[in-house]
């Protein structure tokens, strides 16, 4: 089975940058889409990125593009976030997830069931 450890949150002020980790371990073959997620206080969950393993395809919503980007490290086992440009409405936690199968994208949003979910670490964007 397939665990989850997100890293990197914090506190930065607008304009700043993060890179959030996602290390995989145990049966890692069992994956192959890693998604990013957030969720605001308040707010419905947002996908904000995912990589297929399997092909190297990644999505981003149109309102992230440029500012965020994910990779991989394949030595570490390791999904990352790179979080560019931070605004305050982009405070959330954030979740990593992981599912058998490639990313999809359904009306311009991720879609369908991730089985493996980290515990999420919050960003938090403020002056």
């Known amino acids: 089975q397939v665990q989850l450890v997100e890293s990197g949150g914090g506190l930065v002020q607008p304009g700043g940058s993060l890179r959030l980790s996602c290390a995989a371990s145990g049966f890692t073959l069992d994956y192959d889409a890693i998604g990013w997620f957030r969720q605001a206080p308040g707010k419905e969950r947002e996908g904000v990125s995912c990589l297929s393993t399997s092909d190297g395809n990644t999505y981003y919503p149109d309102s992230l593009k440029g500012r965020f980007t994910i990779s991989r490290d394949n030595a570490k086992n390791t999904i990352y976030l790179q979080m560019n440009n931070l605004k305050p409405e982009d405070t959330a936690v954030y979740y990593c997830?992981?599912?058998?199968?490639?990313?999809?994208?359904?009306?311009?949003?991720?879609?369908?069931?991730?089985?493996?979910w980290g515990q999420g670490t919050q960003v938090t964007v403020s002056s």
């Open positions: 997830a992981a599912r058998p199968w490639p990313c999809t994208v359904a009306r311009g949003r991720l879609s369908g069931r991730y089985d493996y």
